[in-house]
């Protein structure tokens, strides 16, 4: 065989078997840890009314993590959240100068389609409750927490047979009471869609 067909048919090679290694089966019993980075979008520009002001709550970027378990082949459940996302605000329009942090947690009952099977790729959807925790307010102002239902759907792609890259999105329902000395002055409509990517390490 000549060196110029021998050369692509070597790496074909290689690369067929590193595929093959980096297959996985995801099983019941399954331990996986996630950890990444996301950016999240509350939906929309119009976020609900502060004081009779146009609220709009600005985007953030902030570090993600999970824990699962499987019960099965195919059926788990995972804990994730994220760190405090720290969010802008805009009153009717103009920079207001003000923020407050917002800390999701979201139990889900995840399904992987794929579960069992060796596959170097393996997608899942999850389905769940979100609390989300709202600190950092400015002075006077309280945003109530919030419990909600969230989704998500996410890939994760084999490098080894424990360690795969991790991609995500998911969407929360989250509405809050914006409340000042116990009395409602206006209400927050987030409903964040969160988009992110890291690892996943399964044991």
Same mark, same amino acid.
């Given at each position: %065989? ?8 070597? &790496? ?9 290694? &980096? ?5 019941? *019993? ?5 950890? @990444? ?8 520009? !119009?976020? @609900?009314?502060? *004081? *009779? ?12 993590? #999970? ?11 995972? /804990?994730? @959240? ?6 802008? /605000?805009?009153?009717? @329009? ?8 917002? %800390?999701? +947690?979201?139990? %889900? ?5 794929? #579960?069992? /099977? !060796? ?8 389905? #769940? ?11 006077? +102002? ?21 360690? %795969? ?7 929360? !329902?989250?509405?809050? !009471? ?9 209400? &927050?409509?987030?409903?964040? +869609?969160?988009? #992110? ?7």
């Amino acid at each position: %065989m000549r060196t110029t067909r021998l050369i692509p048919a070597i &790496a074909l090679a290689a690369g067929c078997s590193f595929a093959s290694q &980096a297959a996985l089966a995801y099983g019941a *019993g399954d331990i996986v840890v996630r950890g @990444g980075i996301a950016k999240t979008e509350p939906e929309g520009s !119009d976020n @609900g009314n502060l *004081g *009779g002001s146009k609220l709009t709550i600005e985007g953030e970027r902030g570090f993600t993590y #999970g824990f699962g378990y499987l019960f099965t082949d195919r059926l788990g459940v995972e /804990l994730n @959240g994220s760190e405090a996302f720290e969010h802008g /605000l805009t009153l009717d @329009g103009a920079s207001s100068g003000l923020s407050v942090e917002r %800390m999701p +947690v979201n139990l %889900m009952a995840n399904y992987y389609p794929l #579960g069992g /099977l !060796d596959s170097p790729v393996q997608p899942y959807a999850g389905v #769940g409750v979100n609390y989300t925790r709202f600190s950092g307010e400015p002075s006077g +102002v309280d945003v109530e927490s919030t419990y909600g239902a969230v989704g998500q759907l996410g890939v994760d792609l084999a490098v080894t047979r424990n360690l %795969m890259l991790n991609g995500f999105a998911n969407y929360a !329902d989250v509405s809050a !009471d914006i409340e000042s000395r116990g009395a409602q002055i206006g209400e &927050a409509e987030v409903d964040p +869609v969160t988009v #992110g990517g890291g690892v996943t390490y399964r044991f």
